[in-house]
Nanobody, 127 residues
């Protein structure tokens, strides 16, 4: 079991920036994928970004060029730098860790690859 805890959410104006952090209880050979997801009120959860243990990243189209996912293996922490935020980015953001080796090297932004989830951190962007 991998425990993940998000932090860094808050309220910003449109065009602003936030950096989310995700601390994990263990970040070793047991984790193949780490990802960020978000869920806005009345909408389904969607994948935002993913990163594998070697640093290969993937993003959903709506955040490409604005969001950057990264990790610090020494600190067992993953980050999501969010720039040029828009009101439509408002959502609860969740960190997730995946321990299925099937996805190693090709971490998707889909729920199926992740089996450990955080409680979420709220991001609110005002216009």
């Amino acid at each position: 079991q991998v425990h993940v805890v998000e932090s860094g959410g808050g309220s910003v104006q449109s065009g602003g920036s936030l950096r989310l952090s995700c601390a994990t209880s263990v970040y070793t050979y047991s984790v193949y994928c780490m990802g960020w997801f978000r869920q806005a009120p009345g909408k389904e959860r969607e994948g935002v970004a993913a990163i594998d243990r070697d640093g290969k990243t993937s993003y959903t189209d709506s955040v490409k060029g604005r969001f950057t996912i990264s990790q610090d293996n020494a600190k067992n922490t993953m980050y999501l730098q969010m720039n040029s935020l828009k009101p439509e980015d408002t959502a609860m953001y969740y960190c997730a860790a995946g321990t299925n080796p099937y996805y190693n090297g090709a971490c998707p932004t889909r729920d199926i690859a992740y089996n450990n989830w955080g409680q979420g951190t709220q991001v609110t962007v005002s216009s």
